[in-house]
């Protein structure tokens, strides 16, 4: 149930299993309450700077896109800066001590992996960092300046997200079925806030975002097949 940190001395820790080794793990010091808070209230001041910057691009944004340009922001700091973190600093993650470091400590009572490197964990993370991040403050900025490419673009990177959220919770599962793996806390708690409901975000929205720009591709598309084929007729 202990952990060596890096004085030589062990702490116990509250990941789960019990007997996980941790190397250099150092306790959080940042009550919950805060951590949380301070997320959320990053997240919050992303929207407002994002709300200000599209009424200003575009006084005439529609709510869905102000929302759409706010989300794509919000997920552009999340994933370069939040999951980039966990990327560059995978290897030594039980011994981080500054915010980022305690908020993915604190996240990782409900997945373990972000401790321990796991493999598919730290690729996943780092694809979605420097790929997807990048992309989604550019998709936010051509939401901002009402352009088509916004669309092909919005497609790929929500399928993108979508389907490392859906491998990230398959192999949970997968492993906990058939190795009996523990990843998480026994409470409800942590199951349901961080790990289904935080992750779910990013199924539920770049679902529901596929789905409008496939509706407006297909739009245009069919505009320009009926254009074509009123001007063939006019040539006949």
């Not at 560059?88 to 490197?117: C, I, V």
């Not at 598919?120 to 403050?137: D, K, N, Q, R, Y």
Request: proline share 6%; net charge neutral; with cysteine.
């Amino acid at each position: 149930m202990a952990s060596a940190n890096p004085n030589g001395s062990m702490d116990a820790h509250p990941y789960y299993p019990p007997d996980l080794v941790l190397p250099g793990f150092m306790p959080n010091e940042i009550p919950v309450p805060i951590l949380i808070t301070s997320f959320a209230g990053a997240a919050g001041l992303v929207f407002w700077i994002t709300s200000l910057l599209a009424r200003t691009i575009r006084p005439s944004i529609s709510r869905n896109d102000l929302f759409t340009a706010m989300w794509f922001m919000l997920c552009g700091c999340i994933h370069l800066f939040f999951e980039g973190y966990f990327a560059y600093h995978n290897g030594a993650m039980p011994a981080r001590t500054d915010l980022f470091g305690q908020l993915w400590k604190e996240y990782a009572k409900s997945d373990r992996r972000y401790l321990t490197r796991d493999s598919f964990t730290v690729c996943m993370e780092t694809v979605t960092a420097f790929a997807w991040g990048p992309l989604s403050f550019l998709i936010s900025w051509l939401v901002m300046k009402d352009h088509a490419l916004r669309h092909p673009l919005q497609i790929a990177v929500s399928l993108g997200q979508m389907y490392g959220d859906v491998l990230y919770y398959a192999i949970f599962f997968f492993d906990e079925a058939v190795y009996g793996a523990v990843y998480c806390r026994p409470e409800s708690f942590y199951f349901w806030a961080y790990f289904v409901m935080l992750n779910g975000f990013w199924i539920v929205i770049p679902g529901l975002l596929i789905y409008q720009s496939t509706i407006e591709v297909t739009k245009a598309f069919q505009f320009v097949q009926e254009a074509t084929k009123r001007g063939t007729t006019k040539a006949m």
